[in-house]
Every structure is written in C-alpha cells, then in structure tokens.
C-alpha cells in the first residue's frame, strides 16, 4: 500500500482515516453514518448500478484484526518551535464578544485552546494567558471547541518561561 493512501480501521464504533506517511489520523464519525455515506458515494459515481455489496458485521472474524488503541496514533509534526504542556485559564476576545478558554500546548508563536465557542479560523482576536496579555492572535484552525491561534508576535522567551513555571497549573 502507498504510504499517501488512506487504510481504515474502526474503534468503540468510531471509523478513523489513517496514513502511513505521518498524516494525522481522522475520525470519520460513526461507523453507521461512515457507511451511508459511502453508499451516497458509491451510487452518485456509478448511476445506475446495483448497489455496493455489502458486508455484515456478523461474516467478519474479529480474532484476525489486530488490536488498535482507543485512538489512533498521531504521527510527530515538525514544527518551528517546542510546543510546552500547559494548562492556563485565560480569556478570547473576539468580534463575537469574550469568553473564559482554558489554553494547552503552548508555544512561542502560538497556542491551542478549549472552549473556542465563536472561534472562525481566519478571524483576528485577542488572548489573555492568565494576567498575561491581551496578546493579537490569528485562529489557525478549529475543531469543535478546539481552535490553534498563531501570535501575532511571538512571545519572548524568558516570558513564555515565566508562563510555564509560574502561571500554568501544571
């Protein structure tokens, strides 16, 4: 199998895309909705045809699959600088208005928060970490109440320490 091409395997219900050359894994959703929507797929690409054969659950041999964790691994990704555990209870402000976000990772150009309720990656906002701040920030990305935020200027050093050893509640 080429390391760009997808495999699937299935965990508590939950489809995940995997690859082998160091994407993240993706979840699919529930193995029900997975299927219906490759049937969709299956008869919009081949109008007219039977419909896909089908495999029941039940003809599958689960003492051949091997075993797979909760979650897929995900593979290391580069990135220009560490990113630090963290755990911080901070503030977004938005043009949607504010809300309490607590953040993770983070680094010197960037962060990832919860509770991300309004984030729209591409949108412009401020952070507090903890007292620190407000910092401008770009939403990168979101994935439910998750969102990654890239700085608009990077912290210094000395001051993304200080926030590691004496505000994080790590």
Not at 17 to 27: E, F, I, Q, R, S
Not at 124 to 136: E, Q, R
Not at 140 to 167: D, N, T, Y
Request: glycine fraction near 8%; hydrophobic fraction near 35%.
């Amino acid at each position: 199998m080429p390391e760009s091409e997808p495999f699937f395997v299935t965990r508590a219900g939950e489809v995940w895309a995997c690859w082998l050359d160091g994407k993240p894994a993706v979840n699919l959703g529930s193995e029900q909705n997975f299927w219906a929507s490759a049937e969709k797929l299956y008869n919009e690409l081949n109008p007219g045809s039977s419909a896909p054969p089908s495999v029941d659950a039940q003809d599958v041999d689960a003492t051949d699959l091997p075993e797979v964790d909760q979650k897929p691994p995900q593979a290391p990704i580069d990135r220009a600088e560490d990113r630090h555990e963290v755990t911080i209870i901070g503030r977004v402000y938005g043009s949607e208005g504010s809300n309490e976000i607590t953040i993770y990772d983070l680094s010197e150009r960037g962060c990832r928060i919860e509770n991300a309720v309004n984030a729209k990656p591409g949108s412009f906002v401020s952070v507090k970490l903890g007292k620190i701040g407000p910092l401008d920030a770009m939403i990168r990305w979101r994935k439910g109440k998750s969102a990654g935020l890239k700085f608009s200027e990077p912290l210094h050093p000395a001051v993304l320490e200080h926030i590691r050893k004496q505000i994080s509640l790590r």
